[in-house]
């Protein structure tokens, strides 16, 4: 026996040592088992090699067929975000009104950007506010608000760009809106190593109908969602990078990609990492803007450091977990709370540097003693503020209209009502002279998508338990850090709306079910046909029910019975 064929059967002796007692038995017969990848390719899985076969069809050459594969990394996100942005910038200013809470945080963001500080308005200042000529009744005396000010900041660049009014106040959420799909793309791209598919995901946000609607109204939640969408994307690279600088440090002996190596696994320090620190500054941003994103950096935080100790793990560390604690735990909280709680108190500039804001000098006034006396007085107000809105927003109980249980939402029980009215014959181009028309705005997902990803929710929750599925794990945990919180406060006045901040996760979700029901790469033709088919038949249905309700989704005029048709169920109304 050669030296070759003895190093052969010792590796096929090793690895019929390494199965289950049934498969090396059935090796006997025949039995092959998945080809199993090395150490670095396990820690860092490779993108697919471009596939030329489209290329082929249209009749490109290899070489061409080579390039469009490898622009279309970002050629097909980047025209997928251009109509969403086309979607969400049509007709931005209409309605010409103040709709829903939009009357909060159009006015506090100009607010802002006047005095550093929210101010007062009177009463009926949106009528003032839109009238011709126009009149901004705004004074100086400090108003009570219950939400930090990076969202109301943002939406005042456009304010101080375009002016206070509906698409000036409207303009950097479908900035964000559009950004956040591109985002999307890319993030589904590098967690599925399929462009398909993360391109799906983001084409699938961009027919959402309440990541639409949030899009094209100056209201908080979809700021939060974009902050969100961008740590998550930030500890994605992250992953990426620093399991590629632990695959670099395993000795390349004795096995192909690399063998584990306890010592490596257990000692290996990251190094810098920079986008840990971008996803810290972004879930600071996040938390800065809505209280709720306290909840995702917990989540996040979490979830970053088990994917360290997963990449130990299988670097070969014997103790993986301890390994992690010691190493990577104290570096992911300095990264990600720390950064995150001083880009929180950094938000408050405008209020720190000026005089005037509510509660500005409390510490002054009526704190000056307790066992706080020896902190800087404008902190000790600060604490004082956010105390007072935290007995607010948990004792927020009294009844709304649109208001909704969390357990309601994924089948979107009761959507919001952001603006009605109802035009006669002859008035907004209301054509319909038997019962007149109806316009409104209705804050609500888009029906099939929503139903398809309770389906798809099951589908990664099965992925994540019994198949160990990294991706939907991490698919779960973007789900449960937007979603589950709000349980907690089932007695809380509450919205669907607040679920735009889950949403793209719930589209990565349908993206990675559709992406199983179209057939992975290498079953039978039949299958693979079948499961194309089927795959977008559903996409289709889905962006169809997008452009159904896109009249009440835009504000559109349309005659009463075509409205009432679109009100599928009585809590829609």
């Given amino acids: 026996m050669t030296t070759s064929d003895t190093a052969a059967a010792v590796q096929r002796a090793e690895t019929s040592d390494s199965l289950p007692t049934w498969q090396a038995r059935l090796r006997r017969f025949g039995y ?109 005396e400090g108003a009570y608000v219950v ?74 939640d979809l700021v939060l969602m974009f902050w969100v969408l961008a740590a998550f994307g930030a500890l994605l690279v992250d992953r990426d ?42 879930l600071g941003l996040g938390f800065a803007t809505k209280w709720n994103g306290l909840y995702v950096l917990a989540a996040f935080g979490l979830l970053t450091v088990l994917w360290d100790m997963g990449a130990r793990r299988t670097a070969g560390a014997p103790r993986p977990l301890w390994s992690m604690a010691r190493r990577d735990a104290p570096t992911a909280f300095l990264s990600l709370v720390v950064v995150a709680f001083g880009t929180y108190l950094a938000s408050w500039s405008g209020w720190f540097a000026t005089s005037g804001g509510y509660f500005r000098d409390w510490a002054e006034k009526a704190g000056s003693a307790g066992p706080w006396g020896w902190l800087p007085g404008p902190l000790r107000s600060l604490w004082h503020y956010e105390s007072q809105v935290y007995d607010f927003h948990v004792g927020l109980t009294s009844g709304h209209t649109y208001q909704s249980n969390p357990w309601s939402w994924l089948i979107l029980g009761r959507p919001v009502s952001y603006f009605y009215e109802s035009p006669k014959a002859g008035q907004d181009g ?93 079953v039978h033709e039949r299958r693979r046909t079948a499961g194309i088919v089927g795959s977008g038949v559903l996409v289709l249905l889905i962006v169809w029910n997008f452009i159904y309700f896109w009249p009440i989704y835009t504000g559109q005029t349309i005659p009463m019975e075509s409205w009432r048709h679109r009100m599928w169920f009585d809590t829609w109304i």
């Fill in 32 to 140: 092959a088992g998945r080809p199993r990848a090395g150490t670095r390719e396990r820690l860092v899985p490779p993108f697919p090699k471009p596939d030329l076969r489209l290329g082929a069809v249209f009749g490109f050459s290899p070489l061409l067929a080579t390039r469009l594969a490898r622009w279309s990394a970002w050629g097909g996100p980047l025209l997928i975000a251009l109509l969403a942005g086309l979607l969400r910038f049509w007709q931005l200013g209409s309605p010409h009104a103040v709709i829903f809470d939009e009357t909060y945080y159009a006015k506090d963001a100009w607010s802002l950007f006047q005095y550093g500080y929210e101010g007062s308005w009177p009463e009926k200042a949106n009528d003032r506010i839109l009238a011709d000529p126009q009149r901004i009744p705004l004074s100086p």
């Fill in 147 to 220: 939400h930090p000010p990076v969202g109301k900041w943002i939406i005042g660049i456009g304010e101080w760009l375009f002016g206070l009014h509906p698409f000036g106040w409207r303009f950097m959420p479908a900035v964000l809106g559009t950004l956040s799909v591109l985002m999307l793309c890319r993030i589904g791209r590098r967690l599925f190593r399929s462009t398909v598919l993360g391109c799906l995901a983001g084409a699938l946000m961009a027919v959402d109908g309440l990541h639409f609607v949030m899009s094209r109204a100056a209201l908080l």
């Fill in 241 to 282: 990078r620093s399991r590629a600088r632990l695959a670099r440090a395993l000795p390349a002996d004795g096995a192909p990609g690399g063998r584990p190596d306890p010592d490596v696994g257990a000692r290996f320090r990251f190094g810098p990492r920079p986008w840990r620190l971008a996803a810290g500054l972004c």
């Fill in 430 to 522: 209301c054509t319909s002279k038997a019962e007149g028309c109806a316009r409104e705005v209705l804050a609500m997902g888009t029906p099939l998508l929503w139903w398809a990803g309770c389906f798809a929710l099951l589908y990664v929750l099965y992925r994540w338990l019994l198949r160990r599925d990294w991706r939907a794990g991490a698919i779960l945990c973007g789900v449960a850090a937007g979603y589950l919180p709000w349980f907690l406060y089932q007695e809380r006045t509450i919205f669907v709306f607040y679920a735009v901040v889950f949403v793209p996760f719930l589209c990565l979700a349908l993206a990675m079910m559709i992406g199983a029901l179209a057939g992975p790469p290498g």
